[in-house]
Each structure stands twice: as C-alpha cells, then as structure tokens.
C-alpha cells in the first residue's frame, strides 16, 4: 500500500515526504501493524497509510486521543505527554505525541507485540517532531 | 427543596463561542483540550478544541438547587463523534451561534440536524455577538429550520451574566420536561 499524501491542509508541507518515510519505516520494523496516521495537533492528516475512506476520521480522533491525554496528564501532574493506548479485544490504536503540532496514530491487531510497537513508534514520534519544528 | 444535576451539552460551528461561553458561567476553572488551528481557518482563530471542554455551574434559589454540568463539544465536523459521544445522557443542548457571521448558520443547521435526529431532549439555540449585529433573530430561526416554538436567545458569551441567562433558559426547558433525575 502507498503512503499517501494529505489533502486537507490544500498544499503539501515540505517535510511530507520524510514523514512518510517515517511511517513507512514504523510499517517495516513493527509487525501486525494495520495503519499508521500522521496528523496535525488539531486533527486534519499530514501522511498516512491508511484506505482513503476512513483516514479524515481517524486524523480527528488521533487529535481527540491525543488532546484529552494531554489535559489528563496535565490534570495528575504527570509531566509531558507521551502516549496513550487503546486496547479492544481484537486489537490496538495507540496514539504518541511527535512535538506539539503533531500526533502519531498507530493501528495493529491484538496480537501485536506492544513493547516492539513502543519501540519502533516512540523514535519515529520523535523524528517527527524534529522535521516539524 | 429539589435538587437536580442536570448534564447540558454546548455545540455549535467552529469558532460560534463554545468554549468561551462555558469559561464565562463556570465556577471551576474549564477543563479545555485546546489545540493550535493548522489550516486556513486559522484567519478565523487561533486555537480550537479537539476533545471537549466541561464546566460547572450550580444554580440556587429558596426552592432549587440545580448543578450544570457542562460539556463543549469541538465544532468541526470531523469530530462528530464525539457528539455522540459527550451527548450520552444529556438532558438538554445549546446550539451557539455567531450572529455575526451568518455564512456559517448552514453548518449550525446540519449540527442542530445531527443533535435532533439522535436525540429529543430539550435544545436551546444562542445567538452569539448580538449586541454587535442586531440583526433579526428570525432570520436565523429560519435558517435553522425552527418553526415559532423553537427558543432563540440573544447573548454574548464572553458575558457572564448574559451566558448565564442562556443556561437558565436552557434549565427551565429541561425542568419543564421533568425528566431530571430528582436527588
């Protein structure tokens, strides 16, 4: 499947093509993942590979994730967000920070191994928070 | 004396003065999930909610103790789910409007649409920035497709008191309907 490219914000920022390289390179290292979202803070995606169908929706609930996990850890005084993930019976989404204009989603079935995800998706969140700065 | 919680929802479009309205009546400090607007409507504002916002109001009176809590929704409609979601138990919603900019009372029309098709609990629509724009509210009403029972309230939701008069509004509509849970 190709990456592909936002539509939402009408032109493509510059950084698009290393973001997707990002999300590529998160397809390759982590098995069982089903979709990786990159979007903006205030939910409209940047890269994605997603089907085309559902990828506006997903952007906006990466954001809502992502936006309420911030105030929650804000709320108990946990320091900085990080991510949050959640888990149904039959798989994941698991959202990260990646600076403070963007978010990492990423979909993966249950038997996903949630430690490699982390891994993989923790560096790449950080990568994209340095090509957005 | 009755005392009531009564759980009121605040939609309407992007930038119509949702979160504004509730940091105005709350006496908590809002819970707010604020992010910064990425896209052309950033000419709009700058900052938008993604998540919700709640606030709480408690209204008193020798016969009513009544606590409002109060759920902003975000107003694109790319998060109308989570209409759906804040909606879960509502006893009433106030559709906010900018009266200023009447290019936007279509989207209001299709989030009133969105609320009244899931739901018939009690709604109240608000015309924001009425002072400013004096305009008649019947134009408004016409676009939303109200006949002449539908409630349209005049305010300005940076205002207090004038936010306040359009919860209470509200409250007497859901306890006209009596279907508050009484404590």
Same mark, same amino acid.
């Given at each position: 499947?190709?990456?592909?490219?936002?539509?939402?914000?009408?032109?493509?920022?510059?950084?698009?093509?290393?973001?997707?390289?990002?999300?590529?390179?998160?397809?390759?290292?982590?098995?069982?993942?089903?979709?990786?979202?990159?979007?903006?803070?205030?939910?409209?995606?940047?890269?994605?590979?997603?089907?085309?169908?559902?990828?506006?929706?997903?952007?906006?609930?990466?954001?809502?994730?992502?936006?309420?996990?911030?105030?929650?850890?804000?709320?108990?005084?946990?320091?900085?967000?990080?991510?949050?993930?959640?888990?149904?019976?039959?798989?994941?989404?698991?959202?990260?920070?990646?600076?403070?204009?963007?978010?990492?989603?990423?979909?993966?079935?249950?038997?996903?191994?949630?430690?490699?995800?982390?891994?993989?998706?923790?560096?790449?969140?950080?990568?994209?928070?340095?090509?957005?700065? | 004396?009755?005392?009531?919680?009564?759980?009121?929802?605040?939609?309407?479009?992007?930038?119509?003065?949702?979160?504004?309205?509730?940091?105005?009546?709350?006496?908590?400090?809002?819970?707010?999930?604020?992010?910064?607007?990425?896209?052309?409507?950033?000419?709009?504002?700058?900052?938008?909610?993604?998540?919700?916002?709640?606030?709480?109001?408690?209204?008193?009176?020798?016969?009513?103790?009544?606590?409002?809590?109060?759920?902003?929704?975000?107003?694109? *409609?790319?998060? !109308?789910?989570?209409? &759906?979601? @804040?909606?879960?138990?509502? %006893? +009433?919603? /106030?559709?906010?409007?900018?009266?200023?900019?009447?290019?936007?009372?279509?989207?209001?029309?299709?989030?009133?649409?969105?609320?009244?098709?899931?739901?018939?609990?009690?709604?109240?629509?608000?015309?924001?920035?009425?002072?400013?724009?004096? *305009?008649?509210? !019947?134009?408004?009403? &016409?676009? @939303?497709?109200?006949?002449? %029972? +539908?409630? /349209?309230?005049?305010?300005?939701?940076?205002?207090?008191?004038?936010?306040?008069?359009?919860?209470?509004?509200?409250?007497?509509?859901?306890?006209?309907?009596?279907?508050?849970?009484?404590?």
């Amino acid at each position: 499947m190709s990456v592909q490219e936002l539509g939402a914000r009408g032109s493509a920022p510059e950084e698009t093509p290393a973001i997707q390289q990002t999300i590529s390179e998160v397809r390759r290292r982590a098995p069982d993942v089903s979709g990786v979202m990159v979007a903006t803070s205030d939910g409209l995606p940047l890269a994605h590979d997603l089907p085309p169908d559902n990828h506006l929706q997903t952007a906006a609930m990466a954001a809502t994730a992502v936006g309420l996990s911030r105030r929650i850890v804000e709320t108990f005084g946990h320091g900085g967000f990080e991510e949050a993930v959640v888990r149904g019976r039959d798989g994941y989404l698991v959202v990260y920070s990646a600076g403070p204009r963007a978010v990492l989603a990423v979909l993966a079935s249950g038997e996903a191994n949630l430690g490699l995800l982390h891994h993989v998706a923790r560096r790449a969140a950080s990568h994209i928070s340095e090509l957005l700065v | 004396m009755e005392v009531v919680t009564v759980k009121l929802l605040v939609a309407g479009p992007f930038a119509a003065g949702k979160t504004t309205l509730i940091s105005a009546i709350s006496d908590i400090p809002v819970v707010a999930t604020e992010a910064e607007v990425s896209d052309e409507t950033r000419a709009t504002k700058l900052n938008t909610t993604v998540s919700m916002d709640y606030g709480k109001l408690t209204v008193a009176d020798d016969d009513l103790h009544a606590e409002l809590l109060m759920f902003g929704t975000p107003g694109q *409609e790319r998060f !109308s789910f989570m209409w &759906d979601v @804040l909606s879960e138990g509502m %006893d +009433g919603y /106030v559709l906010l409007t900018d009266l200023s900019r009447p290019e936007t009372f279509a989207e209001a029309r299709s989030i009133l649409d969105h609320f009244r098709a899931m739901s018939d609990v009690p709604f109240v629509v608000a015309a924001n920035r009425s002072s400013s724009h004096p *305009e008649p509210l !019947s134009a408004l009403a &016409d676009a @939303l497709g109200l006949d002449q %029972d +539908g409630v /349209v309230v005049p305010c300005e939701a940076v205002d207090r008191e004038s936010a306040k008069e359009v919860v209470a509004t509200m409250l007497l509509e859901v306890l006209s309907r009596e279907e508050v849970m009484v404590e």
